[in-house]
């Protein structure tokens, strides 16, 4: 069959590799001019690099990656550590992949290496969809009309393809604001930081870790913000008293990092509203343009690799009529649990930001005390997840 993917980001890459593994011929139209991934990293849990090694990338993303021990939590006053859970070899022991941390441009230049570079076009912006029983058409700016079995609509937050096909919603702003940075390693090898910890504090928490097999340390600083600070860009800047105003008072470490790391990229977090279908006839969403969700669990971009994989399950041996039965079967398998990792982040969120008082330290006993129970935490069920042993009655 013929598909069409909206979007070369993560999810739309993976959707690819993932189709042309089914056996389609896929073309990805991409608005930018060239493959482009924001500077910063991602951390991938063993339920999306699971399905990157049945796709047959995970030994090339590993490859750049830094593989952390641990994932501490600390306070944000003095660095005490409220617990620490195991990844490394326990992990993977545990889910059957590791827990990776990566730059994001790594992890994009794989999945893009992996697509047939002929089936590849930059500078494409779509600017409609439509369908008939029989096929389904992209139209670009440049007035192509790409004919296709199946249209993959993952082309990220604000996706004009989720309003095609089901009718204006907007991106919801988080209220919270994430300043990113990428600091080389010998800049803050001094201030002996654990390889991956978030440090949690009223309304606000910073999180960092290794990328780029340890040459690189990546910073998230987040903030919950006022409208003032929604926008949704890579490319905004924040002045580094604005960060440093935002952090006053924490631990030492973080003042240095801050401080160390210059001018930050400031992007106001959103999501998106959980939606009840992803797909009409032979046209779908996948990642962001489905389920954006707020990054504390770390997991939008890993939901939108599973999407891809599960997509690439159920068109597996498919014909063009039987796409849309196909693509309601994807929504009935991924659905339900991308909207739960939605809800469970945005918890998350809440609780990371706790203000002083009771309501933390009975936060702090509990993750103690679930820590010294368990060796991972509690939304590491994502993790376990193998979507590729959901078949049954799918
Ligand atoms: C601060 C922060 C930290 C995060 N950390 C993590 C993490 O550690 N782990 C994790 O798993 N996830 C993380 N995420 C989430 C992750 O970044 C996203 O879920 C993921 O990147 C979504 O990928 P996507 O391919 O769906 O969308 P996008 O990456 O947004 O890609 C969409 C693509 O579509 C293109 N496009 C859009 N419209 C059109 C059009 N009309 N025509 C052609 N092309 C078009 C765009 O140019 C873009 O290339 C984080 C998110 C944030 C904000």
Redesign the pocket.
């Known amino acids: 069959m013929r598909a069409v993917v ?7 890459l993976a959707a690819a590799v993932s189709l042309c593994r089914a056996g389609h011929e896929v073309t990805l ?4 001019a060239r493959f482009a991934e924001v500077g ?6 063993p339920n ?1 690099t699971r399905v990157l090694r049945r796709l047959g990338l995970l030994d090339a993303v590993a490859a750049q990656a830094a593989r952390p021990s641990g994932m501490s939590f600390r306070a944000w006053s003095d660095g005490a550590e409220i617990c620490r859970y195991a990844l490394g070899r326990a992990a993977e022991d545990a889910f059957g992949a590791p827990y990776l941390l990566l730059h994001r441009s790594d992890l994009h230049r794989v999945l893009a290496d992996a697509v047939p570079a002929g089936s590849v076009r930059l500078n ?4 409609g969809i439509d369908q008939d029983g029989e096929s389904a058409h992209v139209t670009t700016a440049n007035g192509e009309r790409l004919r296709a079995d199946l249209v993959v609509a ?8 989720r309003q095609w096909l089901f009718g204006a919603d907007e991106a919801v702003f988080s209220k919270t604001a ?1 300043y ?1 940075a990428l600091l080389p390693a010998a800049e803050v090898a001094d201030l002996g930081l654990p390889e991956l910890a978030a440090w949690l504090g009223p309304g606000r928490h910073f999180v960092h870790y290794w990328v780029r097999r340890g040459e690189l340390l990546n910073v ?1 600083a987040v903030v919950e913000a006022a409208e003032a600070a929604r926008e949704e860009s890579w490319t905004a800047r924040a002045e580094p008293a604005e960060q440093l105003r935002a952090f006053e008072g924490w631990d030492d470490r973080v003042i240095e990092v801050l401080e160390r790391a210059g001018r930050m990229l400031r ?1 106001g ?1 959103h999501t998106r509203t959980p939606l009840t279908r992803w797909s009409i006839g032979r046209v779908t969403l ?4 489905a389920h ?2 707020v ?1 504390f669990q ?7 690799i599973l999407d891809a994989a599960v997509l690439g399950d159920v068109l597996a041996g498919a014909t063009p009529a039987e796409v849309p039965e196909a693509l309601d079967r994807y929504a009935r398998r991924r659905l339900a649990t991308a909207t739960s990792v939605q809800a469970g982040s945005a918890r998350q969120g809440e609780q990371f930001h706790l203000p002083d008082g009771p309501e933390a330290l009975a936060r702090n006993a509990r993750m103690a005390a679930h820590a010294a129970q368990n060796a991972f935490p509690p939304f590491a069920t994502a993790w376990a997840a193998d979507v590729l042993d959901e078949r049954t009655g799918s």
Do not use: C
């Open positions: 909206v979007g070369a980001g993560i999810g739309g139209v991409e608005q930018t910063a990293g991602i951390q991938l849990a999306a494409t912006l779509a600017v993952a082309d990220g937050i604000r996706s004009a393809a994430a990113r998230v992007y977090i996948l990642g962001d343009s954006a969700m990054p770390a997991q939008g971009a890993a939901q939108a």
